[in-house]
């Protein structure tokens, strides 16, 4: 059994990144039929087999703000090769950023402008938590106060069950401010 890691070079991960803008896009285009100023970054942890094979990846920050669009990308790294690491598997983090497509963006809130609101729902986050740590919210909220959508980065390869229960959550939550006729975007700790 290994308990090294291997190397990969990191100007062959960038390359083999930059072959899926194309399924990126796509994610991305898909996403903005539910939600018209999806945009934000996103940084990746990929760990690579010694074959090529991505044998896990996951979000490990985004300001993106759906969990779908999320999901969507990393359905594209694991179906990607990769470059065979040296000396064993080997881990890369990438970012990307998917820019705006809409006319203007959302308007930008801070976390105070929902935390009191999203801490009344704290049982059921720490439930969805399940005893994990490290996770970090984006939502879209609408009009009336609706949250449109809601994306959530982990800290950890293992939490995505978690960070899936979170985006769900979040999604439901009622009672928000109404950020008027156009979408508002708000990232939090949870």
């Keep these: 059994m ?25 994610c991305q285009k898909r996403g903005l039929e539910r939600i018209e100023v999806l945009a934000g970054n996103v940084k990746f942890f990929l ?32 179906s990607k090769a990769w470059p065979k690491p040296d000396g064993g598997d080997a881990e ?3 970012g990307i950023e998917l820019p705006l497509q809409a006319t203007r963006p959302p308007v930008d809130w801070g976390a105070e402008k929902v935390s009191a609101r ?3 729902y704290a049982d059921a986050i720490d439930r969805c938590k399940g005893g994990a740590s490290g ?12 949250v449109i959508a809601a994306g959530v980065a982990t800290a950890h390869k293992d939490s995505e069950e978690q960070a899936d229960c979170l985006a769900d959550l979040l999604v439901r939550a009622k ?16």
Excluded: N
């Design 135 to 146: 996770f970090q919210a984006t939502i879209y909220v609408g009009q009336g106060g609706k």
């Design 47 to 78: 760990r690579i087999g010694e074959d090529g094979a991505a044998k896990w990846a996951y979000v490990e920050e985004s300001d993106l703000g759906d969990r779908a669009t999320e999901k969507c990308l990393i359905t594209a790294i694991m």
């Design 118 to 120: 999203i801490g009344k």
């Design 2 to 26: 290994k308990s090294e890691l291997g190397s990969v070079d990191p100007g062959a991960v960038k390359k083999a990144f930059h072959t899926l803008d194309d399924p990126f896009m796509e």
């Design 175 to 190: 009672g928000l401010p109404s950020p008027g006729s156009w979408p508002a975007k708000v990232s939090l700790p949870l």
């Design 92 to 94: 890369a983090h990438y």
